[in-house]
Nanobody, 121 residues
Framework: QLQLVESGGGLVQPGGSLRLSCAAS????????MGWYRQAPEKQRELVAT???????NYADSLKGRFTISRDNAKNTVYLQMNSLKPEDTAVYYC???????????????WGQGTQVTVSS
C-alpha cells in the first residue's frame, strides 16, 4: 500500500526552526514532483514549495528565503527546512507526491496525513 508519512512537526517558538520529512513507501515506479502544502484553521490549503526529480524548486513568494525544500531520490523522501518561523506559519503541513506505480501508468496525486506545526511563545 502506498503511503506518504510525514514527521518533524511540533511546537516551536517564534524565530525558531523545524525540519519536516516525508517518506514515500509502497508500490512506486517513478516519483515526479514532491512538495509541501499547508492549511491553517479556517483557511484553504496553500502551496508551500515543490521540487521536481531534477531538483527544480518552486516556492510561495511569501516564504522564499525562510523555507528550503530538498529531496533524497534514493530514499523517496522530501524535506522542508523552516527557519525564522512566525506565528502565522502555524498550520497543518501536508506532503504531496505526483507519482506512478507502474511503468506506463498515469501519474497520480498522493497526500500524507499531515503534521501539525505550531509557532507560539
Amino acid at each position: 500500500q502506498l503511503q506518504l508519512v510525514e514527521s518533524g512537526g511540533g511546537l516551536v517558538q517564534p524565530g525558531g526552526s523545524l525540519r519536516l520529512s516525508c517518506a514515500a513507501s509502497g508500490s512506486i515506479f517513478t516519483i515526479y514532483h514532491m512538495g509541501w502544502y499547508r492549511q491553517a484553521p479556517e483557511k484553504q490549503r496553500e502551496l508551500v514549495a515543490t521540487i521536481t526529480s531534477g531538483d527544480s524548486t518552486n516556492y510561495a513568494d511569501s516564504l522564499k528565503g525562510r523555507f528550503t525544500i530538498s529531496r533524497d531520490n534514493a530514499k523517496n523522501t522530501v524535506y522542508l527546512q523552516m527557519n525564522s518561523l512566525k506565528p502565522e506559519d502555524t498550520a497543518v503541513y501536508y506532503c504531496n507526491a505526483v507519482l506512478n506505480t507502474k511503468r506506463w501508468s498515469t501519474p497520480n496525486n498522493y497526500w500524507g496525513q499531515g503534521t501539525q506545526v505550531t509557532v507560539s511563545s
